[in-house]
């Protein structure tokens, strides 16, 4: 039986173990002391349902519940009858992110184990509806003027790249306001975190040398008269580090960040112009970076060397 099943659909029934085995350990850690009629629905099929929605590009909880109700093959595999109804989706999803996803995220980056030394923060544009009324206008090197959202992102730069920590913002924010990811690599045991010329200010480098991280970023040229003469002398420091062959090879990593996100927007669709509203199109964005950190899982467990080519340039 298991032999006339898809290779993709071999993939995803590896998710969903992956899956169950997240909900377990979150229902063993978080008891409940509800009494009272039981859900309908346990919390690792509506998690299986919402990584389902990513995998297929299903941008609505309306489109997701006829495409399950079609699915008959995924609706046995997690035990469910019928779809839940898109109102519900929206109201445990919302439940789910206010008290799991930090949870889920924190389980699957401890199993991956990840080497943590050295870090990579950067951001990158989301276009959006231009109706989306809660979007912003920012501006990229790319792209020049845009409508839409930000996401800022903390990832291990050393042999695998995995999200560890990220913020969802309006474009109109600026790169070097996300302080928050250099805190976050702190806490992670970094050493080394390295970023773009967005990151290049005194407030990152003063708090760098505090948590004793070696801060590497890109020079920012719009952020001084002369380049001979910069008032910073942590700044300065940076800029004669960047002109040495150790820094050059340091600050050459950041560019690993650029090829996750290229497989992100490629191959999840983590762009998506069709969303309208800040709370939507952050939760389209932070279910794909769960769904990609369970098939990095995955990855671990089956012990294959890491990848980011797209899933259909990948030897099977």
Same mark, same amino acid.
């Given at each position: 039986?298991?032999?006339?099943?898809?290779?993709?659909?071999?993939?995803?029934?590896? *998710?969903?173990?992956?899956?169950?085995?997240?909900?377990?350990?979150?229902?063993?850690?978080?008891?409940?002391?509800? @009494?009272?009629?039981?859900?309908?629905?346990?919390?690792?099929?509506? *998690?299986?349902?919402?990584?389902?929605?990513?995998?297929?590009?299903?941008?609505?909880?309306?489109?997701?519940?006829?495409?399950?109700?079609?699915?008959?093959?995924?609706?046995?595999?997690?035990?469910?009858?019928?779809?839940?109804?898109?109102?519900?989706?929206?109201?445990?999803?919302?439940?789910?992110?206010?008290?799991?996803?930090?949870?889920?995220?924190?389980?699957?980056?401890?199993?991956?184990?990840?080497?943590?030394?050295?870090?990579?923060?950067? +951001?990158?544009?989301?276009?959006?509806?231009?109706?989306? @009324?809660?979007?912003?206008?920012?501006?990229?090197?790319?792209?020049?003027?845009?409508?839409?959202?930000?996401?800022?992102?903390?990832?291990?730069?050393?042999?695998?790249?995995?999200?560890?920590?990220?913020?969802?913002?309006?474009?109109?924010?600026?790169? +070097?306001?996300?302080?928050?990811?250099?805190?976050?690599?702190?806490?992670?045991?970094?050493? *080394?975190?390295?970023?773009?010329?967005?990151?290049?200010?005194?407030?990152?480098?003063?708090?760098?040398?505090?948590?004793?991280?070696?801060?590497?970023?890109?020079?920012?040229?719009?952020?001084?008269?002369?380049?001979?003469?910069?008032?910073?002398?942590?700044?300065?420091?940076?800029?004669?580090?960047?002109?040495?062959?150790?820094?050059?090879?340091?600050?050459?990593?950041?560019?690993?960040?650029?090829?996750?996100?290229?497989?992100?927007?490629?191959?999840?669709?983590?762009?998506?112009?069709?969303? @309208?509203?800040?709370?939507?199109?952050?939760?389209?964005?932070?279910?794909?970076? *769960?769904?990609?950190?369970?098939?990095?899982?995955? @990855?671990?467990?089956?012990?294959?060397?890491?990848?980011?080519?797209?899933?259909?340039?990948?030897?099977?």
């Amino acid at each position: 039986m298991t032999n006339d099943i898809k290779p993709q659909k071999r993939k995803f029934l590896k *998710i969903l173990f992956a899956i169950e085995k997240i909900a377990q350990i979150l229902r063993v850690s978080r008891k409940s002391n509800k @009494r009272g009629r039981p859900r309908k629905f346990g919390l690792f099929q509506i *998690i299986a349902c919402l990584v389902y929605k990513v995998k297929n590009s299903i941008t609505s909880f309306r489109e997701l519940e006829y495409k399950i109700n079609e699915d008959r093959e995924f609706r046995r595999a997690i035990g469910i009858e019928k779809s839940p109804d898109h109102s519900y989706f929206a109201k445990y999803a919302a439940m789910i992110e206010e008290k799991y996803l930090a949870d889920i995220k924190e389980i699957l980056v401890s199993a991956i184990n990840p080497d943590t030394s050295i870090r990579v923060v950067d +951001s990158t544009p989301l276009r959006s509806s231009k109706n989306d @009324r809660h979007a912003a206008t920012g501006v990229c090197a790319v792209l020049g003027f845009y409508n839409g959202y930000k996401l800022h992102l903390l990832v291990t730069g050393k042999d695998e790249i995995i999200p560890l920590a990220w913020e969802f913002s309006c474009a109109n924010e600026h790169d +070097s306001q996300k302080i928050e990811l250099l805190y976050r690599a702190w806490i992670y045991g970094a050493k *080394i975190l390295i970023a773009d010329a967005g990151y290049d200010s005194e407030k990152w480098f003063k708090a760098a040398q505090e948590l004793e991280i070696k801060f590497v970023a890109g020079v920012n040229k719009r952020n001084m008269k002369n380049k001979d003469n910069v008032r910073s002398e942590l700044r300065a420091e940076n800029m004669k580090y960047l002109e040495t062959e150790e820094g050059k090879k340091v600050y050459r990593k950041r560019t690993m960040i650029e090829r996750l996100f290229s497989k992100l927007k490629g191959e999840y669709k983590l762009e998506n112009m069709r969303l @309208r509203g800040f709370r939507t199109y952050k939760r389209h964005v932070e279910w794909i970076l *769960i769904t990609y950190l369970f098939e990095e899982f995955i @990855r671990k467990l089956e012990k294959r060397k890491f990848t980011l080519a797209y899933v259909w340039n990948q030897f099977c």
